[in-house]
């Protein structure tokens, strides 16, 4: 036998080493003559060995340059065509062959057959077949004889252990011998077909395995059975697994069925999460299976807990020691171990289960008890000695009969019959007698498992006692029923005709009794609910639930509907059949008018709750505002008597003074809506109104959105405050602005509109303009434009918008007899629509423009008392004051004031403000008029409300104010201004 790398590989390295070329037949010589290829020494083909060996195969060039004098078969020209003929299909095929010939069947083989040697090629070349496969050959030497005695065989997956890779390896092959013929009739050779099938073998026998540890481990209920059926089922495996060890943390060493589970158990723990293998040590007495030697090798592999939980055991598996080297073996070992992680989880479950069912034993208050077929019983909860008194003891073991009324004996033994016969009872009754020598009455319901029969009674002693007073009361109660006029009582049958009529359901149906038994109650419903199947539901619905309640609409037998609240309970006999129904309605319709009354009612004194605290919020706010402008104005003003003659001084001076009295035109518009003052309603022409204010309005929100009107020539003036008018068109061309983000036309239209009364909400009968703000912006859903006028709902960002502006709207066109509405569909814009009440005949008054500045009347050098609590306005008013020549004297507080007015006589004129802490400003004219009457008083208020002062001779000035307002407010207080309304009465002057 050659050692292995010799023959033609072994050649060529001699060559590539620079050794003497070996020795090959050179065509029609006997001698060898060397050339070269690519560099090393080659032979050229032969063209009568290529016949021989035909293709470009490696075999066919390894048979070519092959030595087959140093064999018994000689000269490849002088061997027989019995020998060349099979020998040209197997090196032109592609299937597995190899052929022997001569008496020591020298081997040949092709291509496809190189991977069964392995190792062995191509040393084996030519050599004896017993020398080739020695270690196999006695297991198929009887079918060698056979075909050398010229009969084929065929062998399907036979086991053979070939050395191919240098060790015994398990192979499996199917193959056939077939006699090869001389030319006289004799055996002369043999040729096997085979095919190498041990991936298939292997791959189906490990299938077959996690089959059977799922089959095993199907009916295991607890860790012991899990023990077993994993040793049953890799009992039918012993050459892949030789032995297996299953260890759970928890396990005791005598929980361990083979003394191997010991050793198994000190192996390392390392990398078990995900398998490991590992050298087993060689000084233990493996089980080897069904192999002749022991594992070497191991799987380590953790069994994983539920639910991704950490492992909960692990699994040791034997290796084959015929495939150390397997590289699928762990994906296999893992899919094992899961199998058998899931029956671990469902055996603890199972276990969980238990110990809950032996709670529920041990605390139920029903009887629980097992019976087995001779009516002993053969266990007994506790609670039997808690509802009858006898120790479990003296009950185990015992007939039933011992424990019950003899009367209900045989009855009983017949109901037993039955229930081991499989029938399950229920509601089953029985007289048992109690320690005390009562009986009680037990309810029993019953299943058979195996050949035992569970059962749990239910103490119904009390149960029947009530029922037997209740029969005796209904009879009473049939009457309180007819008694009942508010509530529709009657039954049903199962089929849901009436069978009983109370006076309330006559009442509230309309129905004689004699008109309504025996017809279907579907009648009552709408012909919507009918339709639909809804009677049918309700019916199934109550005997499935119980009970059935719902609310809806129903019919009287005048046709007229009403709201109904409905309760239908399922009524039952004592075996627990549906034998009909129980059906109450009542009348709820002035309920739900009533329900729905309060919740408008509800929801309006919330809305003027909020209403009321945004209204304190922003006077609040408004005042503080109006003192700062006061301040402003009042200091620019000063500023503007000492700059000199420069355009661009004064145009700047000018440009802060417009800020200015915008700010306090925005303030007087806030107090407006918060104070809800008295509107100054005027007969207003809408396309004026806009023309005023249209060049303001565009420049501020910018030319991407265009401002274009659609009026028709006559549009009758609307009687409205205008500038809450000017306000609501601001918000609405704003917010139509903010829903265009990429710009786009705001539309303004306005038409007449006769309308009837209620034909819109909230309007009466009358003549309206119908004004629109139309944009084409983002539009908004059902839901969002419903709420639009909500305060302080914004669809806008943090920072972005008070959700206040709607509000305004929707308020100010409510005040003066119109209303408010939004028509709006997600993607398709937005029409705002205000319905303004038209006014009748009269002259029109054109928006108000600001009054002239002319300077104040002359007036006489006076002493004036100034009082104000905010620093920056009271310096501001003496100022002012001090510019026209007056006199001042300051005081930051009612109680100064007084104080200042006690120590002077010759004080003229009272300024004072009106919101300061401890005094206000009618309260220190009050206070003034008790030290010295008839002194001339102007009270100056940042709240747009009106100011009741005492006396004849206060006129109200509003802040902010100027020189000129503040000089004619003294005029008029001192007698000087002509135009003083009924000479020194109290005015108001802003």
């Known amino acids: 036998m050659r050692a292995a790398g010799s023959g033609f590989c072994g050649s060529i390295r001699h060559l590539r080493d620079g050794c003497e070329t070996p020795s090959i037949w050179e065509p029609g010589t006997s001698s060898r003559v060397p050339t070269t290829f690519w560099g090393i020494a080659t ?4 063209e009568k060995l290529a016949a021989i060996f035909p293709g470009t195969s490696e075999m066919s060039r390894v048979m070519r340059e092959f030595d087959w004098s140093s064999t018994s078969l000689g000269n490849p020209e002088d061997w027989p065509e019995g020998l060349k003929t099979p020998l040209r299909m197997l090196l032109t095929t592609r299937f597995e062959m190899w052929l022997g010939w001569g008496p020591e069947l020298n081997f040949f083989y092709n291509d496809a057959y190189i991977p069964t040697l392995g190792i062995k090629h191509p040393s084996m070349l030519g050599r004896p077949f017993r020398e080739v496969w020695s270690e196999v050959y006695d297991d198929v030497a009887d079918q060698v004889e056979r075909v050398r005695a010229g009969e084929a065989t065929w062998n399907k997956a036979l086991l053979l252990r070939l050395e191919r890779s240098g060790y015994p390896e398990e192979t499996y092959h199917s193959f056939s011998y077939s006699p090869l013929f001389k030319a006289d009739g004799t055996v002369g050779g043999l040729l096997c077909v085979v095919s190498e099938e041990t991936g298939r073998i292997i791959s189906e026998r490990r299938l077959e395995t996690l089959r059977q540890i799922g089959s095993a481990l199907t009916p295991v209920k607890d860790k012991a059975g899990l023990h077993a059926g994993v040793r049953q089922a890799f009992a039918t495996n012993r050459r892949d697994f030789p032995f297996v060890s299953l260890q759970f943390s928890g396990d005791e060493p005598v929980d361990y069925e083979d003394t191997f589970d010991l050793e198994a158990a000190s192996l390392p723990n390392r990398g078990v999460e995900e398998g490991c293998i590992v050298d087993l040590p060689p000084n233990v007495k493996w089980p080897v299976g069904d192999w002749d030697r022991p594992p070497v090798r191991a799987i380590i592999i953790g069994i994983p807990g539920p639910e991704g939980t950490s492992t909960v055991g692990r699994l040791v598996l034997g290796l084959n020691p015929l495939r150390p080297d397997d590289p699928d073996i762990l994906d296999i070992a893992r899919l094992m171990a899961s199998q058998i992680g899931a029956s671990y989880a469902t055996v603890k479950a199972l276990e969980n289960e238990r110990r809950r069912a032996d709670r529920i034993w041990s605390v139920s208050r029903d009887i629980m008890v097992v019976i087995d077929a001779t ?29 019950m009324d003899p009367d209900d004996v045989a009855a009983s033994a017949d109901a037993l019959s039955e229930a081991f016969a ?25 299943t058979k498992e195996d050949d035992l029969v569970y059962a749990y009674g239910r103490d119904v002693t009390e149960r029947r006692r009530v029922e037997e007073a209740l029969t005796d009361s209904r009879e009473q109660f049939r009457h309180l029923v007819q008694g009942v006029t508010d509530y529709a009582i009657y039954m049903i049958d199962q089929e849901g005709r009436v069978s009983s009529w109370n006076e309330g359901a006559r009442r509230i149906k309309g129905y004689e009794p004699e008109e309504i038994i025996g017809e279907h109650f579907s009648r009552f419903y709408t012909e919507e609910d009918r339709a639909a199947g809804a009677p049918a539901r309700t019916l199934e619905t109550a005997k499935k639930e119980g009970r059935f309640i719902s609310e809806g609409w129903r019919v009287r037998k005048n046709g007229e509907r009403f709201r109904a609240s409905v309760v239908i309970d399922a009524i039952r006999d004592d075996q627990g059949r549906p034998i009909g129904f129980a059906k109450i309605t009542r009348d709820i319709t002035e309920k739900e008018a009533a329900q729905r009354d309060l919740e408008a009612a509800k929801e309006a004194l919330f809305q003027s709750q909020k209403m009321e605290a945004i209204g304190q919020l922003t006077g609040g706010v408004a005042h503080d505002f109006n003192n700062l402008l006061m301040a402003i104005l009042s200091s620019l003003e000063l500023l503007g008597k000492h700059l000199p003659d420069d355009t661009a001084s004064r145009r700047l001076l000018n440009n802060a003074v417009e800020g200015a009295q915008r700010g306090a035109t925005l303030t007087q518009r806030m107090l407006a809506f918060a104070r809800k003052q008295e509107l100054t309603l005027e007969h207003i022409e809408i396309p004026a109104l806009l023309a005023g204010m249209s060049d303001l309005v565009q420049r501020s929100i910018g030319p991407e959105w265009p401002i274009s009107t659609n009026f028709p020539l006559k549009l009758p003036p609307v009687l409205v405050d205008s500038n809450q008018l000017e306000m609501a068109l601001l918000n609405l061309i704003v917010n139509a602005r903010d829903a265009t983000p990429a710009g786009g036309p705001i539309v303004i239209s306005g038409t007449c509109v006769d309308l009837e009364s209620n034909v819109v909400r909230g309007l009466s009968q009358g003549s309206y303009v119908r004004l629109i703000v139309r944009d084409q912006g983002v539009g908004m859903d059902v839901d969002t434009a419903r ?48 319905w303004l009440p038209i006014a009748k005949q009269s002259a029109v008054v054109e928006p108000a423009s600001p009054p002239p500045k002319t300077p104040g009347p002359e007036l006489d050098r006076l002493t004036i008392l100034v009082v104000d609590d905010d620093a920056l306005v009271l310096m501001n008013t003496a100022a002012l004051l001090e510019d026209m020549g007056h006199d001042v004297i300051e005081a930051y507080s009612g109680k100064e004031a007084l104080a200042r007015f006690r120590e002077r006589d010759d004080i003229d004129l009272v300024v004072t403000d009106q919101a300061m802490p401890n005094m206000t400003g009618v309260e220190l004219i009050a206070a003034i008029e008790g ?30 104010f100027g020189q000129a307002q503040l000089a004619r407010s003294i005029a008029l207080v001192m007698g000087a201004d002509s135009t003083s309304a009924e000479g020194g009465r109290s005015a108001k002057l802003s």
Do not use: C
């Not at 032979?43 to 032969?46: F, L, R, S, T």
């Not at 019983?377 to 009969?401: A, E, K, N």
């Not at 229920?426 to 019953?446: C, K, M, P, Q, V």
């Open 375 to 403: 009516g002993m019983f053969r266990s007994v909860s506790p609670s039997w000695t808690r509802i009858l008194g006898h120790p479990i003891d003296q009950v185990v073991g015992r007939h039933f009969g011992d424990f």
């Open 43 to 46: 032979i050229p083909i032969d």
């Open 931 to 960: 030290i010295r009457t008839g002194v001339p008083k102007i009270i100056a208020s940042g709240y747009g409300e009106g100011v009741e002062a005492p006396g004849r001779n206060v006129v109200r000035l509003g802040k902010p």
């Open 422 to 446: 499989g029938q399950d009872l229920s509601n089953y009754e029985s007289r048992y007698r109690a320690l005390d020598g009562s009986f009680r009455l037990i309810e029993w319901h019953t």
């Open 787 to 834: 709420r639009a006028t909500e305060p302080f709902f914004t669809t806008k960002g943090i920072g972005k918008g008070t959700g206040l502006g709607l509000a305004m709207v929707h308020g100010m066109t409510q005040q003066i007899g119109g209303t408010f509405e939004i028509i709006s569909k997600a993607g398709q814009g937005t029409s705002a629509i205000l």
